[in-house]
């Protein structure tokens, strides 16, 4: 077994290539007519409520579920005609943690490099260098056992990518983890995909996703709901930010109505407030927010708080699925 060499990958090479997937369990469908891509370079989030197929797609990815219809190619493999010459591109990291918690960190890395087919100084290099990278260099001679969940997540990336993986796929790589530990996989999983990885990444996370992930795959129900950069599907599904004023007394009805560019969506008839009244307001553009509170102060309401919300994943997947993310 030889380890892939590093990735040298052109930025516009497609190495995920899934088209018409569909797979079934008994008489229900997991995943139906799916189709998306992922190039060198990038990373392409995968979301989707639970029970979506988000799993499902990872595994038929990683050669270990085979698909009733449709073609999956690791650049230019096929997983079902070639899952060997898939799987030595491949570097997988699940969300159950793939670790020996009896062992050091340094031997599950050296364990891992010699299941990738590294050998003897290969493999030693390839671990001391991601213990370093995942922050754990300082541990590496310490019991798996003994580490905090977060430093175990980071661990089980360390042991995913020290072969240099060409394709790297994601389930839920920061979940349950403190915010260092989040912050040091998410340099980690940018610096694969620098190298010219593909990158997968699935997570439950929308804002993470909406830093991380250069674009994002909407799916439900194993259905492709949508696709694009973070910021063209928050366009799409036609998000507003809104704009929340709570005042001391009830503002008069015709209050903002020639103000430009907003637009009046609910009172504090349509939702309790501990004090005062309130009134919601969407806005074309942040800039406006200052009139608003401006307006609202000079009508006489006197401005208790107010509260910021502008669009993100989470508003297109309702506004798309009408479904919450964590349904």
Request: proline share 4%.
């Amino acid at each position: 077994m030889h380890a892939a060499p590093p990735a040298s990958t052109p930025a516009t090479e497609v190495l995920i290539d899934v088209a018409g997937l569909q797979v079934r369990y008994g008489q229900r469908w997991a995943l139906q007519d799916l189709n998306f891509s992922v190039r060198g370079g990038e990373i392409v989030g995968l979301l989707g409520p639970n029970g979506a197929g988000k799993t499902t797609t990872l595994s038929v990815l990683a050669t270990l579920l085979r698909p009733q219809a449709g073609t999956v190619t690791i650049a230019g493999h096929s997983v079902t005609v070639a899952p060997a010459q898939v799987r030595h591109m491949l570097g997988v990291v699940p969300q159950s943690l793939a670790l020996y918690p009896t062992f050091t960190a340094h031997e599950n890395a050296i364990l891992f490099a010699q299941l990738a087919g590294l050998r003897g100084q290969a493999a030693r290099d390839a671990a001391a260098t991601v213990l370093r990278l995942v922050g754990l260099d300082e541990r590496a001679d310490d019991l798996v056992g003994t580490f905090s969940g977060g430093m175990q997540r980071r661990l089980n990336l360390a042991c995913g990518i020290l072969h240099t993986p060409r394709i790297l796929l994601l389930d839920e790589p920061t979940v349950g983890v403190d915010p260092q530990s989040r912050e040091r996989i998410i340099d980690a999983v940018r610096g694969q995909a620098a190298r010219g990885a593909a990158v997968l990444y699935s997570t439950h996370y929308l804002e993470e996703a909406e830093r991380v992930c250069d674009r994002v795959v909407l799916i439900d129900e194993g259905h492709l709901v949508t696709q694009g950069t973070p910021e063209e599907l928050i366009r799409q599904a036609g998000g507003a930010v809104r704009l929340e004023v709570v005042t001391r007394t009830e503002l008069p009805a015709d209050w903002c109505k020639d103000l430009g560019g907003v637009r009046v969506t609910a009172t504090s008839t349509a939702f309790a407030v501990s004090r005062g009244a309130a009134v919601q307001v969407e806005l074309s553009d942040l800039r406006t927010a200052s009139r608003v509170l401006d307006r609202a102060a000079a009508s006489g309401g006197g401005v208790l708080e107010f509260h910021v919300h502008q669009p993100g994943l989470q508003d297109v997947f309702i506004a798309l699925t009408g479904r919450d993310l964590r349904d």
